[in-house]
């Protein structure tokens, strides 16, 4: 069964023109003029149940504004969307039991009271009964380490405090879908992990399904199976990461220090018939680049070390920010066209 089923889904904002000077704010007053900017371009994607996907897209690209017609808060000046079966916007007390959302820079808490009195008054709201209630805070304050913290008015928290409230009080009606919008901005690095390791229990204990949108691609590598990609308000990529990597990737680079002296030539004749292209840095130190899915790493360090003693060795590979970086460089996540590497030259 599909928690998210989007069809040629499409926005449009009206923007009001202003005129320049004087006369023109003059002319504004009894005379707007307006322009249309559409935001998302009859996009169509479907999220079966319990999958993480990540929402990916640069500033502008059309996330948010996705975001927020999923969840109900904006209506869509054209398509079809259902969540959990329903059509947000048109049937909001029922579809609203069945979700969570966090905003990372927005707060569902209220602001001067304490957060063990902002989740009382959610109960209320979803309707949670007192025995549900109990035993899903109890387990939100356990695993989320919020026993300090219930007390205290949420104005008091520091962000990565406020962030473990927050995705506490979008899980205490146990929602099937949470929608999480840059949950992690601005956290230190112990923080985002604390609440990596929260969102994939809650998902493999309760197969609740997240959609997550993050400039932070590491939330995207720690969480997701399974991306979609957004520029300019369409949909560029939607697949694996793993697919992502796999074509994008230019293959990995190792980096090798030898105990003595080594030529290029000996290099290049001991790893004979492997796909490997070979570079001097100094007499004691050489690289190898091996392209993607056409080389072995392990098959190229077993034949050099075979005939060579190695002091150090270090791996290094396209990470997930630079692949990403290309795709909107080239505003395509087509397959990329293999550009043919020149045998380095020794000097």
């Given at each position: ?15 009001q023109?202003n005129?320049e000077?004087l ?9 707007r ?8 371009k009859d ?8 999958e993480?996907c ?10 948010s504004t996705?975001i927020?017609m999923?969840?109900?808060i904006?209506m ?9 079966g ?11 039991r ?7 820079q927005r ?13 009382h ?6 309707r ?6 109990k ?6 304050v356990?695993?989320l ?9 949420v104005?008091k ?7 473990r409230c927050?995705?506490?009080a979008?899980?205490?009606?146990n ?9 992690t ?9 604390e ?6 229990s809650?998902?493999?204990r309760?197969?609740t399904t997240i959609l ?5 691609l590491?939330?995207i590598?720690?969480l997701?199976s399974?991306?979609?990609m957004?520029?300019?308000?369409r ?8 697919e992502l990597?796999a074509?994008?990737g ?17 290099l290049?004749?001991l ?11 100094n007499s004691?130190?050489?690289?190898a ?5 056409k ?9 050099v ?27 395509s ?6 550009a043919v590497?020149?045998e380095?030259?020794?000097v």
């Open positions: 069964m599909l928690a998210i089923d989007v069809h040629e889904l499409r926005k449009e904002f009206q923007i023109k005129r000077g006369k023109g704010a003059f002319r504004d007053l009894f005379k003029e307006y322009s249309r900017v559409t935001a998302v996009i169509s994607f479907q999220i079966p149940q319990g993480i990540g929402y990916i897209g640069e500033n502008g690209a059309g996330k996705t927020k999923l969840t109900g904006l869509p000046t054209a398509g079809d969307i259902r969540v959990n329903y059509i947000p916007f048109k049937e909001r007390e029922k579809f609203v069945g979700i969570g959302v966090v905003f990372g707060s569902q808490l209220w602001w001067d009271i304490g957060v063990i009195e902002s989740f008054l959610l109960k209320k709201v979803y949670v009964p007192d025995s549900d209630f035993q899903r805070l109890d387990e939100l356990e695993r380490e919020l026993q300090e913290l219930l007390n205290r008015p104005r928290l520091s962000l990565g405090q406020r962030m927050e995705l506490s979008a899980l205490l009606h929602p099937q879908i949470l929608f999480l919008d840059e949950p901005i601005g956290l230190d690095i112990i923080v985002k992990t609440i990596r390791e929260f969102l994939k809650i998902n493999q309760y197969g997550l949108t993050t400039h932070d590491q939330d590598e720690a997701c399974r991306v979609i957004l520029d300019d308000g949909i560029i990529y939607d697949g694996s990461l793993d990597k074509t994008w230019k293959g990995k680079e190792v980096i090798i220090q030898f105990a003595e002296r080594v030529s290029l030539e000996e290049k004749r790893t004979a018939g492997l796909e490997v292209a070979w570079e001097l840095e004691l130190t050489a690289k680049f091996i392209p993607q899915q080389g072995s790493v392990s098959e190229v360090l077993a034949r070390v075979g005939g060579r003693q190695i002091e150090d060795i270090k791996i290094v590979e396209t990470n997930t920010d630079d692949i990403v970086r290309e795709i909107y460089k080239t505003g996540a087509a397959k990329p066209v293999e590497r020149e380095p030259v020794h």
